[in-house]
């Protein structure tokens, strides 16, 4: 690792010249300074990389510095020189918070092993941080869109559940793509747990020897494989989150140890004999109908029990396409961040004949759609010719019709009694007029209005032979 950015202190002159001079010869940045003093003022200006500090200065002493030091850059790696025999001073220096220590005279190998040591340690020490924040950005991230009834209420339910630190378990239903995963990203992002781990475990996509040994662990030797011992998803996710998902999947022989860490909150690895104490919150997800597998046998009923006292159903996007809107809008906006491409809009059509489709797919198939559109053409604006046949209304579904059936179906009388009302109100409450715009007679028009309660309805002066006796409408004319 080369041109790091290193002081060395010390207050004998020929000492910190030899020493800066070889290790700018080495590649790095070096510069020293006289005392302490110079030396703190020296950190406040500008962060480094290292400081070689000698033990004894003229304005006091090292060990005392370093406090100070850590104070302005916490992460800093500090290598004290000591005299030779001053063993205690070097032990009170690590204590200190010292990164390494070298005895006078300084032998140039040793100093070189050192200061790599030190580098390295620091990278690795910015790289997890960064590592930590990346995580941290991951999670920030995490929106809930929608302005169904359905997702308003999920958003309500992980705004009070994540914000428990020994929360109930929860349980999150609903047909693949619904936002299982990204509810379960948001309660522990919201929570108090987010800044511990958060796993997530795939109980269909781990081997079924393996489900055991991967959640819960296991103790060397254990099995034939098991040279070292190992700790589980559940036991690393500890202070944290376990998304374990497509729970029902899960073999029956974990499912029994699941239930028994949900009710003690301790596990034993495979083949241990000790009870660990972990405190992880479980969320489970599933897209399988679990009553039906407790009643096949397949799924343990206790464990059901444990997991259902929080259900959160996800409908299907085709039961909430008031979301479906919003989802686009999102996904394209996003969409187009992560891949630098210049924003998209939709067309108002566009977005009616997204909000007609059935999306058996839910928000999973929506994105994937916008995807390949953002992929495959330029333009700036997303039209109904951009989105796949499946999804396009068909020229029988658009134009020619006069009316799509919404995806979540309509009530044929109740729309028969809003489209007269409409066609009344247009017309000033005519029924010549409004019969009219029906297309109907206004012999048949009179018998739909007493089919639907409406006989007595809004008379027109010179109709106020039918209108069953009512009065006009005042200030009402033609
Ligand atoms: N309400 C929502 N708000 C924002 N993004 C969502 C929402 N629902 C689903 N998504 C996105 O749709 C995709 C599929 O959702 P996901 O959570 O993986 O579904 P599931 O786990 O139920 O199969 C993901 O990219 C997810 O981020
Ligand atoms: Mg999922």
Redesign the pocket.
């Known amino acids: 690792m080369k041109g790091a950015r290193i002081l060395v202190c010390d207050d004998e002159m020929l000492i910190r010249l030899w020493l800066v001079e070889h290790l700018r010869e080495a590649g790095h940045a070096a510069e020293g300074v006289a005392d302490g003093s110079e030396l703190l003022a020296r950190l406040e200006r500008e962060p480094v990389d290292l400081v070689l500090l000698d033990v004894r200065l003229p304005d006091g002493s090292g060990v005392e510095l370093l406090p100070r030091m850590h104070a302005l850059d916490p992460g800093l790696p500090v290598i004290m020189m000591t005299a030779y025999g001053e063993i205690g001073t070097a032990v009170a220096a690590v204590r200190a918070g010292a990164e390494h220590f070298l005895e006078k005279p300084i032998r140039l190998e040793e100093l070189q092993l050192l200061i790599e040591q030190s580098l390295e340690r620091r990278a690795l020490h910015r790289e997890l941080e960064q590592y930590r924040d990346g995580h941290r950005w991951q999670f920030a991230d995490?929106?809930?869109?929608?302005r169904s009834y359905a997702?308003r209420k999920?958003a309500e339910f992980v705004a009070r559940m994540g914000g428990r630190a020994g929360g109930p378990n929860v349980l999150?239903r609903?047909?693949?793509?619904?936002?299982?995963?990204?509810?379960?990203?948001a309660m522990h992002a919201r929570g108090p747990r987010h800044a511990h781990p958060f796993i997530k475990v795939n109980c269909t996509a781990l081997p079924e020897h393996l489900v055991e040994s991967e959640l819960f662990g296991h103790e060397a030797g254990a099995f034939t494989d098991a040279r070292e011992a190992k700790k589980g998803l559940l036991e690393l996710a500890h202070g944290g989150t376990a998304f374990l998902?497509e729970i029902g999947d899960m073999p029956r022989a974990a499912q029994a140890k699941l239930l028994g860490f949900l009710e003690t909150h301790s596990l034993r690895r495979v083949g241990g004999v000790r009870d660990i104490e972990v405190d992880t919150h479980v969320i489970a997800?599933t897209?399988r109908n679990l009553e039906a597998a407790v009643a096949q046998g397949d799924f343990r009923e206790d464990l059901f029990y444990r997991l259902n006292v929080f259900p959160l159903e996800?409908p299907p996007l085709r039961d909430r396409p008031e979301?479906i809107a919003p989802?686009a809008l999102?996904?394209v906006d996003m969409l187009c961040r992560e891949l630098r491409l210049p924003p998209r809009h939709f067309s108002s059509d566009a977005l009616v004949a997204l909000e007609q489709y059935e999306w058996p797919g839910?928000?999973?198939q929506?994105?994937n759609v916008l995807e390949r559109i953002l992929f495959l053409e330029d333009a700036s604006l997303i039209t109904p010719a951009s989105l796949p046949p499946e999804v396009r209304p068909s020229a029988a579904a658009g134009a020619g019709r006069i009316f799509v059936l919404p995806p979540a179906g309509v009530s044929l009388d109740a729309l028969e009694r809003e489209l007269i009302c409409q066609a009344l109100d247009r017309m000033d409450g005519n029924k010549t007029g409004a019969a009219r715009l029906l297309g109907l007679s206004r012999d048949t028009l009179r018998y739909r209005l007493e089919k639907h309660g409406l006989g007595a309805g809004r008379p027109r002066p010179e109709e106020a032979d039918e209108g069953a006796g009512a009065a006009p409408l005042p200030g009402a004319a033609n």
């Open positions: 995490v929106a809930l869109v929608g997702m999920v999150i609903g047909e693949s793509g619904t936002g299982k995963d990204v509810v379960a990203r998902d997800a897209n996800l979301d989802l999102h996904f839910n928000a999973r929506l994105k």
